[in-house]
């Protein structure tokens, strides 16, 4: 099969866009875990972030935006001491005009939790827009699979009892 130059140009451009993208999540599970494990900039986080991005989880609350994100980072830092998170399975898939991009990726992260060893598992479903040439995540949507007490698993308690997050509403501002 014979391909013209403008289609070669706008598959490689589609691929640049799909690393960049790749490498964009992955500096978020990385600046995430240096934010706990080496006392890491909550900043970094957040640059990886559109400034009204909205991060969700039945499990751990909304965020909208820089203030309410940097809040939820800070409420994150006090409760979990260690974290390894990492981002698996992707797929991305680049609008035909390349300004935004959607992604799915499991992530599996030990963390230990008000001193607990735990083990959490989760999908995340993330939207990205890019701003002049840069991607950022526009909307992140977490859900949980399994948070669990290490020393019991997840085919004893899912979802463990002990596992509580005040979670907060990018609706009314209010902690539910």
């Known amino acids: ?3 013209k130059l403008e289609d070669s140009e706008r598959r490689i451009a589609q691929l640049e866009d799909i690393e960049a993208v790749r490498q964009l999540k992955c500096e978020y599970a990385r600046s995430l875990d240096a934010m706990i494990n080496e006392n890491g ?5 957040l640059n990886t972030f559109y400034e009204d991005a909205t991060w969700e989880s ?9 203030v309410q994100l940097s809040e ?3 409420s994150y830092k ?5 974290s390894l998170n990492f981002m698996m399975n992707q797929i ?11 992604g799915r990726w499991t992530t599996w992260a030990p963390l230990t939790v008000e001193g607990k060893p735990m083990l959490m598992a989760g999908l995340y479903k993330d939207a990205y827009v890019k701003r002049n040439t840069r991607w950022l995540t526009s ?3 977490f859900t949980v699979k399994f948070v669990s007490d290490y020393r019991i698993g997840w085919a004893e308690e899912r979802i463990s009892k002990s596992w509580t997050w005040p979670q907060q509403s990018c609706e009314d501002g209010n902690v539910a």
Not at 41 to 45: F, R, S, Y
Not at 58 to 66: P, S
Not at 92 to 102: H, V, W
């Open 139 to 141: 909307r992140a949507e």
């Open 78 to 82: 006090t409760k979990i001491s260690f």
């Open 58 to 66: 039945l499990h751990f609350g909304v965020y909208r935006g820089y």
């Open 72 to 74: 939820f980072l800070a």
């Open 1 to 3: 099969m014979i391909h």
């Open 92 to 102: 991305i898939e680049i609008s035909p005009d390349g300004s935004s991009a959607t």
């Open 41 to 45: 900039p909550a900043q970094a986080v």
